[in-house]
């Protein structure tokens, strides 16, 4: 079933979903503030406009606009103005409007942001006048049209089913895993703790090839042979049921891999944090 989509913001995640869902067959509309980048989407084919319109009687609406990051706090100024820009449309519109946020976002933005602006401006209820999805992306920037139309993972998040059921359909034809939850905050915190968790990757294994060369060690054979031979790395499971700390010989040769790098005097903050959440919670466990 073609569905009528406009995408505001397009940039890198906007781009690569609303040239996805136009290649499965989907009429979409880009929205920029940016006039040049709105002609450049014109001159490849696309319909680009700066104004937000919705026609048809159903349209789904894909809030992809940049969420940086300041003194460690989100700067949601994008998404509130691109909420307002739909809640506008909405009233010139007869149009049930599914409002996708797809922009990685603090949990409860939702809630507390998203569904707020659009509300006080229409004078609609979230789950009867207007639905309200949080959908993150999980696209590399390199290869997001890619990424997008050959999906790992769908993440759909709402507390209307219905809007669950509209988002799946949407993207049952790209194929995938696709997780569900009556929670957006769940969804908005699982894109945040995925790229926590990247991140945290990087920073280990730039910790290990720190002490492999300081020990004169080859530090490619190192990764590639514990990344193989770690559970951690092979059973997605492993360590997953949070609450427990770690003891034995993950504890005990951890502490002693810290003491072997500090011998050489290399920095082990990461480890070292590592051991400092799990004695907190050793300490929480023993009362």
């Given at each position: 079933?073609?569905?009528?989509?406009?995408?505001?913001?397009?940039?890198?995640?906007?781009?690569?979903?609303?040239?996805?869902?136009?290649?499965?067959?989907?009429?979409?509309?880009?929205?920029?503030?940016?006039?040049?980048?709105?002609?450049?989407?014109?001159?490849?084919?696309?319909?680009?406009?700066?104004?937000?319109?919705?026609?048809?009687?159903?349209?789904?609406?894909?809030?992809?606009?940049?969420?940086?990051?300041?003194?460690?706090?989100?700067?949601?100024?994008?998404?509130?103005?691109?909420?307002?820009?739909?809640?506008?449309?909405?009233?010139?519109?007869?149009?049930?409007?599914?409002?996708?946020?797809?922009?990685?976002?603090p949990p409860g933005t939702c809630d507390r942001v998203v569904q707020p602006?659009?509300?006080?401006?229409?004078?609609?209820?979230?789950?009867?006048?207007?639905?309200?999805?949080?959908?993150?992306?999980?696209?590399?920037?390199?290869?997001?049209?890619?990424?997008?139309?050959?999906?790992?993972?769908?993440?759909?998040?709402?507390?209307?089913?219905?809007?669950?059921?509209?988002?799946m359909r949407l993207f049952a034809p790209f194929g995938g895993r696709t997780?569900?939850?009556?929670?957006?905050?769940?969804?908005?915190?699982?894109?945040?703790?995925?790229?926590?968790?990247?991140?945290?990757?990087?920073?280990?294994?730039?910790?290990?090839?720190?002490?492999?060369?300081?020990?004169?060690?080859?530090?490619?054979?190192?990764?590639?042979?514990?990344?193989?031979?770690?559970?951690?790395?092979?059973?997605?499971?492993?360590?997953?049921?949070g609450g427990a700390a770690f003891r034995g010989c993950l504890a005990k040769?951890?502490?002693?891999?810290?003491?072997?790098?500090?011998?050489?005097?290399?920095?082990?903050?990461?480890?070292?944090?590592?051991?400092?959440?799990?004695?907190?919670?050793?300490?929480?466990?023993?009362?």
């Open positions: 079933m073609m569905r009528s989509v406009v995408v505001i913001g397009s940039g890198v995640v906007g781009t690569a979903t609303g040239k996805g869902l136009s290649a499965g067959g989907h009429e979409v509309a880009f929205v920029d503030s940016d006039p040049a980048r709105v002609d450049e989407l014109r001159s490849e084919g696309c319909t680009a406009g700066t104004r937000v319109e919705l026609g048809g009687t159903e349209v789904v609406v894909f809030l992809t606009v940049p969420t940086p990051v300041r003194d460690g706090r989100f700067v949601l100024d994008a998404l509130e103005g691109a909420a307002r820009a739909v809640a506008e449309a909405m009233l010139k519109s007869t149009a049930h409007c599914t409002v996708v946020v797809r922009s990685t976002t602006i659009i509300e006080e401006m229409t004078g609609l209820r979230c789950g009867d006048g207007f639905s309200l999805v949080c959908s993150p992306e999980f696209l590399r920037a390199a290869t997001a049209f890619d990424d997008f139309v050959a999906p790992r993972l769908t993440l759909i998040g709402s507390r209307e089913p219905a809007a669950v059921e509209r988002l997780v569900t939850t009556d929670d957006p905050v769940a969804a908005e915190l699982i894109k945040c703790l995925h790229n926590a968790f990247n991140a945290t990757k990087i920073s280990f294994w730039n910790e290990a090839a720190a002490i492999a060369r300081a020990l004169g060690v080859d530090s490619d054979l190192v990764a590639e042979t514990v990344a193989f031979s770690a559970e951690a790395s092979y059973n997605p499971a492993y360590g997953i049921r040769d951890t502490e002693g891999l810290i003491g072997v790098a500090q011998q050489s005097a290399m920095p082990t903050a990461l480890l070292e944090a590592v051991m400092l959440v799990n004695d907190a919670l050793s300490r929480d466990e023993q009362g």
